[in-house]
């Protein structure tokens, strides 16, 4: 009868037969009662049950032994990851104030200062701080956190060949190892560090470690020089050089730009170093510029007037009377010429100690090559453009009395894409 006191000992908990007879087990049942397959099947149900309970025992048992046996390494490495990243400590490194020269074309750009408010477009500076932002040279997107200044502020869709700005970032070097050149090979690469993650169309040239005292890349600029790049079909180019040459020298300017009422500006002259005609190759002119500072779309206004000239609607005097502000004190009504012709070509600064990439090593190497493919995908897209033009029909037949003013975008009188 032992079997059959263990058997009631275990069945006081009420768990129905899966088979037979259906049978209610209650604190009274007597399993004498119960038929030789009833109890067999008991039996089997019983120890099953105990299988499962012991398996998932022994389970929990495994992973707090693994647990407790893992080494400490790896459970500081798990336990790493699931911490959030510790913000980078700046307090703990030094700093040096620099100035970087650098290229881009902007036509894929909303112009090259950073906005306060979210733009279409990225701007230049905006893709070269979250860079350097990335790389932990600068400690956020704050421009007045670093000392930053930039040389000249160009609009959306022009671009740049010799841009500068001036800022501080992080350094390996102590400011006393900062002051000696025989340094230099042991300071971060910053060159390469931004170039690496910049797009193809921004590139960054060379940078200067010790710029002169009191070194501001907008103040600190002597001159600036722009180009606006055009084709010379049906334009009168001596007509625009004597026009061109009528800017020269300081006049007032405020019937040459747009007029931004956030800033009060109450001083429009300006001083232009030269102006001119020149040609670039044999398929494209520019209006060469240089002067010491500019207004807001002061150069492509200046261009607008020559192409009126050049095409005849006006005589070169009208650079004059424009800017006899007691003749014309007020703007005239007319279109900007387009913005991706025009190009900050360079900027003049006192003499610095630029240090540029070596062209022999590998990164530079790289980079160039970036360079050169993106030129070539350019010049293959005009040439697949040229076949594009020829093979549409077109005319060479004047618009019928009707005037097109020719605003460097191609759709003017000489009807040739730039």
Same mark, same amino acid.
């Given at each position: ?9 275990? @069945? ?6 899966? $088979? ?9 049942? +007597? ?6 397959? +009833? ?14 309970? *012991? ?13 407790? %046996?893992?080494?400490?390494?790896? !459970? ?7 911490? #959030? ?20 074309? *902007? ?17 230049? %500076? %905006? ?9 932990? &040279? ?35 070097? #102590? ?7 025989? =340094? ?10 931004? =170039? ?8 960054? #040239? ?32 001596? !007509? ?8 020269? @020298? %300081? ?60 095409? @005849? ?28 012709? &025009? ?37 293959? !897209? ?7 033009? +020829?093979?549409?029909?077109? $005319?060479n037949v004047d618009m019928q009395g009707k005037i097109r003013v020719n605003i460097g975008d191609g759709q003017g009188p000489d009807c040739q894409p730039l």
């Amino acid at each position: 009868m032992g079997i059959f006191t263990n058997l009631f000992k275990m @069945g006081r908990k009420p768990n129905p037969i899966s $088979s037979g007879p259906s049978l209610k087990i209650n604190d009274g049942l +007597q399993y004498a009662k119960w038929s030789k397959e +009833q109890l067999i099947e008991r039996l089997v149900e019983l120890e099953s049950e105990k299988t499962i309970d *012991g398996t998932a025992d022994t389970n929990t048992n495994n992973k707090r032994r693994k647990s407790e %046996e893992e080494p400490a390494s790896k !459970k500081k490495k798990r336990n790493k990851k699931k911490n #959030s990243v510790k913000p980078f400590d700046f307090s703990r490194h030094h700093t040096r104030f620099i100035a970087l020269r650098f290229a881009y074309l *902007g036509w894929k750009y909303n112009g090259l200062a950073l906005q306060k408010e979210p733009t279409a477009l990225p701007t230049v %500076e %905006e893709t070269i701080l979250e860079v350097m932002n990335k790389c932990k &040279l600068v400690p956020s997107m704050e421009p007045l956190d670093y000392n930053f200044s930039r040389c000249g502020r160009t609009d959306k869709g022009v671009s740049a060949m010799n841009q500068v700005i001036s800022l501080t970032v992080r350094s390996n070097l #102590s400011p006393e190892e900062q002051r000696d050149p025989a =340094n230099d090979h042991q300071e971060l690469q910053y060159v390469h560090m931004i =170039n690496h993650l910049l797009p193809d169309d921004i590139r960054v #040239s060379a940078v200067c470690l010790r710029p002169p005292a009191d070194f501001d890349a907008r103040h600190s600029c002597k001159h600036r020089h722009y180009r606006y790049l055009f084709k010379a079909e049906q334009l009168d180019l001596e !007509k625009m050089r004597e026009a061109a040459k009528l800017y020269e @020298g %300081e006049h007032d300017f405020r019937n040459f730009c747009k007029i931004d009422g956030s800033k009060q500006i109450t001083n429009y002259r300006r001083r232009i170093i030269s102006g001119d005609i020149i040609r670039v190759n044999e398929d494209f002119y520019c209006f060469d510029l240089v002067g010491t500072a500019f207004l807001w779309h002061q150069v492509r206004c200046m261009m607008a007037c020559l192409f009126l000239v050049g095409q @005849g609607l006006e005589k070169p005097s009208i650079v004059t009377d424009l800017m006899n502000i007691d003749l014309m004190p007020q703007k005239p009504l007319y279109d900007m010429a387009s913005d991706v012709p &025009l190009l900050l070509y360079d900027c003049k600064f006192p003499d610095m100690e630029w240090i540029k990439c070596n062209l022999h090593d590998y990164k530079a190497i790289k980079y160039g090559k970036a360079a050169n493919a993106l030129a070539l995908d350019y010049q293959l !897209k005009a040439s697949m453009s040229a076949i594009y033009q +020829q093979t549409l029909p077109s $005319s060479n037949v004047d618009m019928q009395g009707k005037i097109r003013v020719n605003i460097g975008d191609g759709q003017g009188p000489d009807c040739q894409p730039l």
